[in-house]
């Protein structure tokens, strides 16, 4: 697989990642611990070597099976992974203070069973803690050789210019596919003039853009989803539509719907990596093709009108979530 350097001074890595929360938590029943770590390895058999992950994500449970999994081959793959709740829980709220991301980035290197952290992100913005005193805490753990970079998450424009000033932001991540194109307002210029990359999560709209989702999918109440104005009936049945644009598009290059979602986003900058999470290995193989598809300046052209007459419908989290976002 091609690889892309992340931000300036940053790692090179996979044109694509794999985000490996969807192993083990938020979209329904958890792989077996055999199964995931059978797909991350796969994953890496196929040319991936930037791997996504979160004390939150089970929680803890994501970071053992990936520190399991990338073991046989650890020094040859970046890690991420993210710290920025109280106690490692979603619901417990916010803890980005100095003390708890010295905490969870010594728990963290435990689970991953490595001596360190490729890329550090706080998980969502803190607004009880200078987001100085955050990179700066940060930045003494690369100091000690515990962490190689930071990272932030769903951060907004001001947050990231006052933490690089502090420790440089090597990489942001959140979310943008071609059903949520909101970065490309303000965040992907302050990326480029600063010099940071970007991490897409989500790149296939939580699985929508794949077209496997219609408005009688039901979503198993341990399904995020399922509480995700975005994925009410209401809305998969308006936004249908833009699956149709991307299903059309797709039957005139041979390629699937999915591969054209991910070609897209790899074509807007070179320092992008979009990180899909899948538990099939088919999906995986599917996903990875889509860096070798060529998208003209026509065919982007032709995506970017078709996808701008759709009007997506609901908002991408719940309401308690939103709050979290874009600080």
């Known amino acids: 697989m091609q690889t892309r350097k992340l931000g300036k001074n940053g790692p090179e890595v996979s044109a694509l990642g794999l985000g490996c929360m969807g192993l083990s938590h938020a979209y329904g029943t958890a792989l077996d611990k055999p199964e995931a770590v059978k797909v991350i390895r796969a994953a890496f058999e196929r040319g991936i070597t930037f791997f996504d992950t979160a004390e939150v994500y089970g929680p803890f449970i994501n970071e053992e099976v990936v520190g399991e999994a990338v073991a046989p081959f650890r020094d040859k793959v970046v890690l991420a992974t993210k710290f920025g709740f109280r106690g490692g829980q979603a619901s417990a709220g916010l803890d980005s203070r100095p003390e708890n991301i010295r905490a969870v980035a010594e728990a963290s290197l435990k689970r991953l069973k490595t001596e360190r952290i490729d890329l550090f992100y706080q998980h969502r913005v803190d607004p009880e803690v200078p987001v100085e005193d955050v990179a700066g805490a940060v930045k003494d753990l690369i100091a000690a050789g515990k962490v190689g970079y930071f990272g932030m998450s769903e951060a907004g424009v001001q947050a990231i210019r006052r933490a690089h000033a502090v420790q440089p932001v090597t990489a942001l991540q959140s979310e943008y596919s071609l059903w949520w194109r909101e970065p490309e307002q303000g965040i992907l210029p302050v990326l480029e003039e600063l010099g940071i990359g970007f991490v897409p999560f989500s790149p296939l709209g939580r699985g929508f853009l794949t077209g496997a989702i219609d408005k009688d999918t039901k979503f198993d109440s341990t399904d995020f989803r399922a509480s995700?104005?975005?994925?009410?009936?209401?809305?998969?049945?308006?936004?249908?539509?833009?699956?149709?644009?991307?299903?059309?598009?797709?039957?005139?290059?041979?390629?699937?719907?999915?591969?054209?979602?991910?070609?897209?986003?790899?074509?807007?900058?070179?320092?992008?990596?979009?990180?899909?999470?899948?538990?099939?290995?088919?999906?995986?193989?599917e996903n990875i093709a889509a860096a070798a598809v060529v998208l003209t300046a026509d065919d982007l052209r032709d995506i970017g009108r078709a996808v701008s007459e759709v009007e997506v419908k609901g908002e991408r989290y719940s309401e308690a979530a939103l709050k979290m976002v874009n600080r």
Do not use: D, Y
């Open 228 to 285: 995700v104005p975005r994925f009410s009936p209401e809305a998969l049945k308006a936004n249908q539509v833009l699956v149709e644009v991307l299903a059309s598009i797709a039957a005139r290059k041979k390629v699937t719907s999915a591969q054209i979602a991910l070609a897209w986003l790899l074509a807007q900058k070179p320092w992008i990596v979009p990180i899909p999470g899948t538990t099939k290995v088919h999906r995986l193989e």
